[in-house]
């Protein structure tokens, strides 16, 4: 049976889906899994004779936080070559690079082997991991939105973000079943070195799916064409990081902080922590995708001023929930299971959002920065940021406080729409091969 040309285009985006997608679902199970076995980590690598646990995780938060200040730098160089000798070489470095940082952190000897070179080994592999971390969103985000059918960015783009939740569902799911079959004594021996041994073979098989991928049509059709001005990207990028300020700092400290919140401030063990991530981490993923959807039909602004909105006024409640002892359980897990589920809201509509926003000559840079920026300060610097600030006034709301700021800023920046940014008018982000849409993401 011949394949007609609408077959074949669907073939294409249902393969560029799946291969741009499958390596952020990877990078952020290993982001996962470095934050749910922070403590871990922390009295392995950061804990020299004398030292208290609260410093030693202050430093493991503070490797988490320098593999995130590594990501523009990654943006930046990734995204450079990203738009000029396309996306697939590019997504298929970077991959390798992910899964051989992270594999090699299960391999890493401890400080009771080596001494003070063990962090230091741990910083350099967090470096290249946030490297090739910084080169990926933007590489993905553009090979799913030029090659999402029209009128369905919002949907393709979703997905991104979608493989965000099953990466820190997959990584909260390995280090839950590691918890259950062994005992404590044998998960901080050798036990935690299972799960980052495990991204080998996905990394393996994300490599294949890319080595089979085709550049998009996008990118052939205009890479000779002109860029706009610097300073109009350099406006669209901080306006980007600005819109997904909130989604990257409520979306840490409620799906990757709680575990060591909830063990260090409320006394939770470690057991319980992480179901209750695994529930944060759940409704995060069942909102994401129809968010997307929705927003092809709403508007991306619409959509993701509705989640900052609402993070702004339940933070403090639902963390007030948390500290009740008198609250049950049930409502707990209700509770946390809401706060993953309004962050979706934002990751939904996120990724196409920020695509539209630049055009196709500066797309894998510009929306990889602004992304990459973002999380840099807001994500990489929530667990350091919440456990110092906590030690220091000893309130115990401070995690609310930090996602509902953030995620005030975020509602100022959606509402916010100037007209001088290259992608966020009619027709501007999308390349030949889709539809034109209103400023808002809405199909035209």
Wanted: with cysteine; glycine share 12%; net charge neutral.
């Amino acid at each position: 049976m011949t394949l007609t040309f609408q077959d074949r285009g669907a073939a294409r985006s249902r393969k560029a889906l799946v291969a741009g997608s499958v390596g952020n679902l990877i990078e952020w199970y290993e982001f996962g899994v470095y934050g749910y076995f922070a403590t871990i980590i922390a009295a392995r690598f950061f804990t020299p004779e004398g030292g208290t646990e609260v410093e030693a995780l202050v430093k493991t938060y503070a490797s988490f936080a320098l593999a995130f200040f590594f990501r523009p730098v990654g943006a930046a160089l990734f995204g450079r070559l990203g738009d000029r000798i396309g996306r697939r070489p590019v997504l298929i470095l970077v991959i390798t690079l992910m899964t051989g940082a992270t594999t090699l952190i299960g391999a890493l000897p401890t400080y009771d082997s080596v001494g003070a070179l063990a962090p230091w080994l741990l910083t350099l592999l967090r470096v290249l991991q946030g490297l090739s971390a910084g080169g990926e969103f933007g590489g993905a985000v553009s090979v799913m939105t030029e090659f999402a059918p029209p009128g369905r960015r919002g949907l393709y783009g979703s997905w991104q973000s979608f493989t965000v939740a099953l990466g820190l569902l997959g990584g909260a799911g390995v280090a839950a079943l590691l918890a259950t079959m062994l005992s404590e004594e044998q998960l901080g021996d050798w036990g935690w070195r299972l799960p980052f041994l495990l991204t080998l073979p996905l990394g393996l098989g994300a490599l294949w799916l890319r080595l089979r991928l085709e550049e998009t049509p996008a990118f052939r059709e205009e890479r000779q064409a002109g860029r706009p001005p610097v300073r109009e990207v350099a406006g669209a990028i901080a306006l980007g990081a600005g819109r997904i300020m909130g989604w990257a700092a409520a979306g840490y400290t409620f799906l990757v902080v709680l575990p060591s919140y909830l063990q260090s401030t409320l006394d939770a063990t470690f057991q319980q922590a992480l179901i209750a991530t695994v529930l944060a981490n759940f409704g995060f993923a069942v909102t994401i995708v129809p968010a997307g959807w929705l927003s092809d039909r709403f508007g991306r602004r619409a959509v993701m001023l509705t989640g900052a909105v609402l993070v702004v006024v339940l933070a403090v409640p639902l963390l007030n929930l948390l500290q009740d002892p008198g609250v049950s359980l049930t409502v707990k897990g209700a509770a946390v299971w809401g706060a993953g589920a309004v962050v979706g809201l934002m990751a939904g509509p996120g990724p196409a959002m920020l695509a539209e926003l630049f055009p196709t000559q500066v797309r894998y840079t510009g929306l990889g920065l602004a992304y990459a920026l973002s999380n840099a300060v807001f994500s990489g610097c929530a667990g350091l940021i919440i456990t110092e600030t906590i030690e220091r006034t000893g309130s115990v709301d401070i995690p609310a406080y930090y996602a509902g700021a953030t995620c005030a800023v975020s509602v100022l920046a959606l509402a916010w729409a100037p007209k001088k940014v290259p992608g966020d008018r009619p027709g501007a982000a999308t390349g030949a091969s889709a539809a034109a849409h209103d400023s808002e993401g809405r199909a035209s």
